[in-house]
């Protein structure tokens, strides 16, 4: 199937997804708005309208290029996701802490997402979402890393941003 065929993610009332009697499935082949990704987000996602839950559940990769922090190199770094969240579709509670009904079975949780059950889910910042959070903290182009470039020494062990401190001695 060509990307031209895959219909973009769309915003999606959460009133019909509770309509349907199993999960909307979305193919994704496309850019993420706030990703700036080097090709565009190929995967699958999938959202399940659950009582006062919306199971969502997806896989998703890319590639995005990204700056070391030890040698300022630019590099390719692939980002992958498979994630699955419960998101609460009620208000959140005072107190933290949920018991959910599911089919017969209760869920104790704390859940830390919570959608207007008359609002809309969208898709595309849940995969947005899943893909940041794969994002290293630590910039690093990997062990063959050169590390930081090279400082024209002023003396045997003197980095040149110091220089202005050593003219303060006595």
């Known amino acids: 199937m060509s990307a031209s065929a895959i219909p ?3 915003p999606m009332p959460i009133q019909e997804l509770k309509l349907l009697d199993q999960s909307h499935h979305w193919q994704i082949d496309q850019p993420i708005d706030g990703l700036d990704s080097l090709r565009p987000v190929r995967g699958k996602l999938s959202a ?3 009582g006062n839950l919306l199971e969502v559940e997806g896989e998703m990769a890319t590639e995005i290029s990204l700056c070391c922090d030890r040698c300022l190199q630019q590099y390719n770094q692939p980002l992958r996701a498979k ?3 419960v998101i609460s579709l009620e208000e959140p509670p005072l107190d933290g802490g949920e018991v959910f009904e599911l089919e017969g079975a209760s869920i104790d949780a704390a859940v ?3 959608l207007d059950p008359r609002g809309n889910f969208d898709p595309e910042q849940w995969v947005y979402e899943q893909l940041s959070l794969q994002i290293p903290l630590v910039s690093n182009c990997g062990a063959a890393c050169p590390g930081p470039g090279a400082w024209e020494s002023v003396g045997p062990s003197q980095d040149p941003r110091w220089a202005a401190l050593g003219q303060l001695k006595p």
């Open 48 to 50: 399940r309208h659950r």
């Open 112 to 114: 830390s997402e919570h």
């Open 83 to 85: 994630a699955s969240e």
């Open 8 to 10: 973009p993610l769309r």
